[in-house]
């Protein structure tokens, strides 16, 4: 992010440097060379924040593969779900690889699940809650209140845990929701 910011104060400078510089005859060759310089260095700050930095960073590395097997897996139920991420602090909805391969799903990362458990509206839409293993804790409460919900476990090849989904139709969570009562 940080990156972003200095790449559109470089390009920003470089703009009005090339204003003035457009107004000096001759200065073409300058001015081509300076821009170049420019986007090279914008090109190498990118390269720099995404292959030195974020992959080799707990939120960059660390998550990747969990993040790619949910963000195919929130790929594959389409646009009748509501979804729900227990991750913190690890993963959010909004990590980069998700937001990649999963474009069009947007989400909830739930940071007090006693927001979402039970679940208040689902805008007529079935529900996907998806729970990192340091959150299986709040399995069995959901169970308890969407008793037919369908838990389906994601693993490593190494059987390891990945993540843990729980999907409600939306009957149920209309015949629970708070707001039906």
């Known amino acids: 992010m940080l990156s972003l910011f200095a790449s559109v104060a470089i390009v920003r400078t470089m703009s009005l440097f090339a204003k003035r510089c457009a107004e000096v005859r001759g200065s073409r060759a300058a001015l081509g060379v300076l821009l170049a310089v420019a986007f090279t260095g914008v090109a190498y700050l990118n390269?720099?924040?995404y292959f030195n930095q974020y992959l080799h960073s707990v939120q960059g590395w660390a998550m990747r593969?969990?993040?790619?097997?949910?963000?195919?897996?929130?790929?594959?139920?389409?646009?009748?779900?509501e979804i729900y991420l227990l991750g913190e602090p690890k993963l959010y909805?909004?990590?980069?690889?998700i937001r990649f391969i999963a474009r069009q799903v947007a989400?909830?990362?739930?940071?007090?699940?006693?927001?979402?458990i039970p679940l208040r509206d689902s805008h007529g839409k079935n529900v996907?809650?998806?729970?990192?293993?340091s959150h299986l804790h709040h399995l069995a409460t959901l169970q308890q209140y969407y008793p037919r919900g369908v838990v389906r476990n994601f693993t490593r090849e190494s059987g390891e845990l990945w993540f843990t989904?729980?999907?409600?139709?939306?009957?149920d969570i209309a015949t629970v929701s708070p707001a039906a009562h």
Request: charged residues 25%.
């Open 107 to 116: 989400g909830t990362d739930v940071l007090k699940p006693s927001r979402y």
């Open 93 to 97: 909805v909004r990590h980069g690889t």
């Open 128 to 133: 996907a809650y998806i729970l990192l293993p």
């Open 165 to 171: 989904t729980f999907e409600v139709s939306r009957e």
């Open 65 to 81: 593969e969990p993040a790619t097997a949910i963000a195919r897996y929130l790929t594959s139920l389409g646009d009748d779900y």
């Open 47 to 49: 390269y720099d924040t």
